[in-house]
């Protein structure tokens, strides 16, 4: 069996990440609400949350379990890595 069957931590997504993946599901109408929720619901700091949500997206089980927001930011991602992206930050929100 491989680990990416598995249940839990060690295949799968640890509460966390799927914490982080319903977060950007979410629609916030005001300014800095996203970052308190960041702060508050996931217990990261912005940056912290924002390292660790550019790594899902490179993980299939984050696909797996939320398919239309990992392409949806995938998009995003790809669609801002253009020249105009020269100083290197690769921001998806």
């Known amino acids: 069996m491989s680990d990416a069957s598995l249940p839990g931590p ?3 997504l640890s509460d966390r990440d ?3 993946l319903a977060l950007e599901g ?4 005001y300014v800095g609400a996203k970052e308190r ?4 619901e ?4 912005k940056v912290a949350y924002y390292v660790r ?4 997206l490179d993980e299939p089980a984050a696909l797996r379990a939320a398919p239309s927001v990992v ?3 995938r998009g995003r991602r790809t669609s801002e890595d253009g020249p105009a992206e020269a100083d290197g930050s ?3 929100a």
């Open 10 to 12: 060690q295949g799968g």
């Open 18 to 20: 799927r914490r982080i």
């Open 26 to 29: 979410r629609t916030f109408r």
């Open 37 to 40: 929720a960041i702060r508050e």
């Open 42 to 45: 996931i217990g990261l700091s």
């Open 53 to 56: 949500l550019n790594a899902l």
């Open 71 to 73: 392409n949806r930011l």
């Open 90 to 92: 690769h921001r998806v």
